[in-house]
T-cell receptor, first 116, second 114 residues
Framework: GAVVSQHPSRVICKSGTSVKIECRSLDFQATTMFWYRQFPKKSLMLMATSNEGSKATYEQGVEKDKFLINHASLTLSTLTVTSAHPEDSSFYIC????????????FGPGTRLTVL | AQTVTQSQPEMSVQEAETVTLSCTYDTSENNYYLFWYKQPPSRQMILVIRQEAYKQQNATENRFSVNFQKAAKSFSLKISDSQLGDTAMYFCAIYLYNFNKFYFGSGTKLNVKP
């Protein structure tokens, strides 16, 4: 099956620092990758959609300057949380989509970010 | 605006019994797909079942089946012969082809009791 990895799985950082989260599709090329945020016992909130070689599309209310998304290749997308603050603490999940026609998304295992 | 509603925050079922999780959605789009995802305590999202909206036949995957009522915009999940490993959060989701986006419901926490 299609496998998506995320790194790191858990990160703790100090307020004001930047954190980069990597999302990789290991055995397929993903035309699109999605980034979600999940609060405790809550649903997944779509943050942005990224396509290889183009700018990410952010959902309303998501600060694009705080959450920088780079989709450098068909197998790698990165989310950088810039100048992190405690309110950015959350569980971040990425998913990768093979094609729009075969629209199933394959999820990474998630990254727990804690900002002190 | 697209909405996905799961009205049951939490449900319990005895092992080996059958349980149905509810989901309703609202969209003005015609080209969409519906999904049920499972999120166990590990928090890894796992696809349970997928339904193309243009297909009338309900999707089935082993012990999992859906009751898709397009006119009513209802998409419930039936789990037969519940197993302890089915204990998880279950999310209903809609994929809108023209927007290439997924929208999730708030989730139902299912507890399977021995």
């Amino acid at each position: 099956g299609a496998v998506v990895s995320q790194h790191p799985s858990r990160v703790i950082c100090k307020s004001g620092t930047s954190v980069k989260i990597e999302c990789r599709s290991l055995d397929f090329q993903a035309t699109t990758m999605f980034w979600y945020r999940q609060f405790p016992k809550k649903s997944l909130m779509l943050m942005a959609t990224s396509n290889e070689g183009s700018k990410a599309t952010y959902e309303q209310g998501v600060e694009k300057d705080k959450f920088l998304i780079n989709h450098a290749s068909l197998t790698l997308s990165t989310l950088t949380v810039t100048s992190a603050h405690p309110e950015d603490s959350s569980f971040y999940i990425c998913s990768a989509q093979l094609t729009r026609t075969y629209n199933e998304q394959f999820f990474g295992p998630g990254t727990r970010l804690t900002v002190l | 605006a697209q909405t996905v509603t799961q009205s049951q925050p939490e449900m319990s079922v005895q092992e080996a019994e059958t349980v149905t999780l509810s989901c309703t959605y609202d969209t003005s789009e015609n080209n969409y797909y519906l999904f049920w995802y499972k999120q166990p305590p590990s928090r890894q999202m796992i696809l349970v079942i997928r339904q193309e909206a243009y297909k009338q036949q309900n999707a089935t995957e082993n012990r999992f089946s859906v009751n898709f009522q397009k006119a009513a915009k209802s998409f419930s999940l039936k789990i037969s012969d519940s197993q302890l490993g089915d204990t998880a959060m279950y999310f209903c989701a809609i994929y809108l082809y023209n927007f290439n986006k997924f929208y999730f419901g708030s989730g139902t926490k299912l507890n399977v009791k021995p």
